[in-house]
């Protein structure tokens, strides 16, 4: 096995700016509706409620650790962004576990289960939360048997690297889950997080807007529609600026 983690593409700004849009629009985030009735009323809207990154709703002590160091090693750190880590990536993930998506809300969860194409969504008869468990679990007691005892997060950055590249290629067997299948969930995201709105925990100080480029939630652009193939120099501006 190799002990060197290699990215899906050459650059770290490649990866993820190839999933920015994707993560924007297919967020695991919910937002609030307005409830009642017509006609409107100023302040009648229940906002969504801003990420307390102090507080852990979902994931143990020891699940955090794992985590940290989980989406640091995906996204790591670079001289001009913060890594996985700093940008709040396992806040963003702890507060989606602990809410609807976290629990399959809105997903049919009934059987038969078996194995699908990539087409035809999730098959597994595990919610989100179940699959982090088990497998933050299962990792744990791997990483323990291997390698002398110790944590995951406690592993050397070429040890931590060879883990998840087995992960990724499915020569790392997790008892309880597909090792592969968490990976891929853990990669989703973890992107998601640093390109969500910073109201969610992740995307902390809009690192990953800032990034790529992305405004974030201006008002309007109309006074940039008809400016071509220009670049949009607007500081981002975060939903939590807002509230």
């Not at 190839?18 to 009735?37: D, F, N, P």
């Not at 990724?168 to 709105?197: C, I, P, S, W, Y």
Request: hydrophobic share 40%.
């Amino acid at each position: 096995m190799s002990r060197e983690f290699k990215p899906r593409v050459q650059s770290r700004r490649q990866v993820l700016a190839a999933g920015a849009a994707l993560a924007a629009l297919s967020s695991s985030v919910r937002a609030e509706t307005v409830a009642g009735k017509l006609p409107w009323v100023p302040g009648a809207a229940s906002p969504p409620q801003p990420v307390d990154p102090n507080v852990w709703k979902f994931f143990t002590p020891e699940e955090v650790s794992a985590v940290e160091a989980l989406v640091e090693r995906l996204i790591p750190p670079d001289p001009q962004t913060p890594g996985g880590k700093e940008a709040g990536c396992a806040v963003f993930i702890d507060g989606q576990l602990a809410g609807p998506y976290g629990a399959a809300e809105g997903l049919y969860m009934e059987g038969p289960f078996a194995e699908g194409t990539p087409q035809q969504g999730l098959q597994a008869q595990a919610t989100p939360a179940q699959t982090y468990r088990t497998a933050l679990k299962s990792l744990d007691a791997y990483v323990h048997a291997h390698f002398a005892g110790k944590s995951f997060a406690a592993l050397a950055a070429a040890d931590q690297d060879a883990v998840m590249l087995g992960l990724d290629h499915g020569t790392v067997a997790l008892d309880g889950v597909n090792g592969k299948r968490f990976f891929d969930l853990l990669l989703q995201n973890t992107m998601e997080g640093f390109f969500a709105d910073p109201l969610y925990g992740g995307n902390r100080n809009m690192v990953g807007w800032k990034m790529i480029g992305f405004p974030g939630a201006h008002y309007d652009y109309r006074d940039y529609v008809e400016q071509h193939n220009r670049k949009l120099e607007l500081e981002p501006i975060s939903i939590l600026s807002r509230l």
